[in-house]
């Protein structure tokens, strides 16, 4: 038997969400609208399971998905930050600065220099 807490099983939910949506415009309102909670349920529940709010749990998503695009295609850093979902190039660039220590085109370059070019 699967027995969750309410709370358990709606983090889940929340968090499902946002990995497959992560690159739309998500605040505290739409999530509290989609999962008929108010929106300091949301952020207690982010305060709690996840040790960040939501702003900086997405930060770190949008983040993790542009390094993956940096190192897996020859896209511009202006695509990839607005495919991750952020809204400027200059919150892509802060933020993921603070979850990697460098900027997404030291990222990219240090791509680069670190691998090899492959024969075609």
Do not use: C, W
């Amino acid at each position: 038997n699967d027995i969750r807490t309410p709370s358990k099983d709606l983090t889940y939910k929340i968090t499902e969400y946002i990995e497959n949506n992560f690159t739309q415009d998500i605040t505290r309102e739409t999530l509290a609208k989609i999962f008929n909670v108010n929106i300091y349920y949301i952020s207690r529940i982010f305060k709690e399971h996840f040790k960040m709010n939501l702003r900086s749990y997405l930060g770190l998503i949008r983040s993790e998905y542009a390094s993956t695009l940096i190192r897996t295609t020859n896209r511009t850093l202006t695509d990839i930050a607005f495919d991750s979902g952020f809204d400027s190039i200059r919150t892509f660039n802060r933020v993921f600065r603070d979850i990697y220590g460098i900027s997404p085109s030291e990222f990219k370059n240090n791509i680069i220099n670190y691998t090899k070019p492959s024969k075609t």
